[in-house]
């Protein structure tokens, strides 16, 4: 069996990811490939995570690919997250993932309205078709400019009954959740700068000239893990179970399908694609400030080989990730912005003086590109936390 011990697997993340500066992607769409999907639940690690790949980006250049090139879409998929990915894979990451995601929503949420008295499957259907009809008028727009079309979506149902947190709720959040998980409308740029998450919504035809393609959910999932391979592998069943969310049987099927080849690694057997045994390189040393949800720390179940023993400062109690900093392959550290925009990092181990004076330097570098605008992750972290203090 072929051995991909952990250096080589660290020079595989190093140019594969985009992460060493040979390496950089040309744009963030190639950021983005390189990675296959960026996390955007917080929409600044959409920004942030490219600005590490290239050269780098300005967020003018992002905003562009994402909203007037439109070379990424913003759409749900793996694990029920909100994730950017490259315009072509949408279709295969909607059938692969988004379609059953949807079917258990619509489930849930129609359960919860004939609970409520409020209507059933068919009123709720009628709800969303009037909503995509003012929105295909309008163009553009967002939730409340839509209710305000289409009175129904501000009818309200009680959430969590007799409990403490009890509340009411309207079903803007639930149609538009709906329609964008069954592929028929997009979020699109935001309200305010690039760290806001209120969304404009258009027409996913405005996105992708005919509408959302169809492609059969086994194609689907096949492609979606050969993706995953190339730019994760070595990795293991269980770690694309956990990185996609799917069913074991879903796994073994997608697995069958593209035959990959077992190694041999530090941490046991992993696969890689059949064409993907040759060793890489060893790469110049290098630095990089990733931000919280970064597709790369987040890409393993198993992250002894690049985490270390810094996992209980730097991920949240839900497995979360906050702002990491790397040297060649290793998180060695993790960053933070204070509210006066200065970036600060805690360095966790000794790293050297060369390497300690390139983290304090791209420091510097993000601190100028960030600007005036202020990132706070939606989920912190013990060391995140600490810095800002």
């Known amino acids: 069996?072929?051995?991909?011990?952990?250096?080589?697997?660290?020079?595989?993340?190093?140019?594969?990811?985009?992460?060493?500066?040979?390496?950089?992607?040309?744009?963030?769409?190639?950021?983005?490939?390189?990675?296959?999907?960026?996390?955007?639940t917080d929409p600044a690690s959409v920004f942030l995570s490219v600005w590490a790949r290239t050269a780098p980006a300005t967020v003018?250049?992002?905003?562009?690919?994402?909203?007037?090139?439109?070379?990424?879409?913003?759409m749900l998929g793996m694990r029920r997250t909100i994730f950017v990915v490259p315009t072509e894979l949408a279709p295969v990451i909607q059938a692969s993932t988004t379609d059953a995601i949807a079917a258990v929503q619509r489930r849930t949420y129609t359960q919860i309205i004939v609970k409520a008295g409020v209507g059933d499957g068919g009123w709720l259907k009628e709800v969303e078709e009037g909503t995509a009809r003012v929105l295909a008028a309008r163009g553009e727009a967002t939730g409340a400019e839509l209710s305000a079309d289409e009175p129904r979506l501000r009818t309200q149902v009680l959430m969590a009954e007799g409990k403490n947190y009890e509340r009411r709720a309207n079903i803007t959040t639930w149609v538009l959740f709906l329609l964008a998980a069954e592929g028929r409308i997009v979020r699109g740029r935001p309200r305010?700068?690039?760290?806001?998450?209120?969304?404009?919504?258009?027409?996913?035809?405005?996105?992708?000239?005919?509408?959302?393609?169809?492609?059969?959910?086994?194609?689907?999932?096949?492609?979606?893990?050969?993706?995953?391979?190339?730019?994760?592998?070595?990795?293991?069943?269980?770690?694309?179970?956990?990185w996609t969310g799917w069913t074991v049987g879903h796994v073994k099927q997608a697995l069958a399908a593209i035959k990959p080849v077992e190694v041999e690694t530090e941490s046991g057997t992993g696969l890689v694609l059949p064409d993907d045994v040759a060793p890489i390189s060893p790469v110049d040393p290098w630095v990089a400030f990733l931000p919280a949800l970064d597709p790369t720390p987040m890409g393993w179940s198993d992250r002894s080989w690049y985490l270390g023993p810094h996992g209980q400062v730097l991920f949240d109690r839900s497995g979360n990730v906050g702002p990491?900093?790397?040297?060649?392959?290793?998180?060695?550290?993790?960053?933070?912005?204070?509210?006066?925009?200065?970036?600060?990092?805690?360095?966790l181990e000794d790293v050297g003086a060369d390497t300690a004076a390139a983290v304090d330097a791209t420091a510097g570098r993000l601190t100028e590109w960030i600007g005036p605008v202020r990132v706070t992750p939606r989920f912190r972290t013990p060391l995140e936390r600490e810095l800002v203090s």
Not at 60 to 74: K, V
Not at 194 to 209: A, G, K, T
């Open 1 to 40: 069996m072929i051995r991909i011990d952990n250096a080589q697997r660290r020079a595989r993340l190093a140019v594969r990811h985009h992460l060493a500066p040979a390496a950089r992607a040309a744009t963030p769409a190639a950021a983005t490939e390189g990675v296959v999907a960026l996390h955007s």
């Open 60 to 74: 003018e250049a992002i905003e562009r690919a994402l909203y007037e090139d439109r070379s990424l879409i913003r």
């Open 192 to 242: 305010g700068t690039w760290v806001s998450s209120q969304y404009r919504w258009s027409p996913v035809e405005s996105w992708l000239p005919g509408g959302m393609a169809s492609v059969e959910a086994d194609v689907a999932r096949a492609e979606l893990v050969r993706r995953w391979l190339g730019a994760f592998g070595p990795g293991t069943p269980a770690e694309i179970k956990w």
């Open 324 to 347: 990491t900093v790397w040297s060649d392959g290793r998180i060695v550290g993790g960053w933070a912005q204070r509210p006066d925009g200065e970036v600060v990092y805690r360095l």
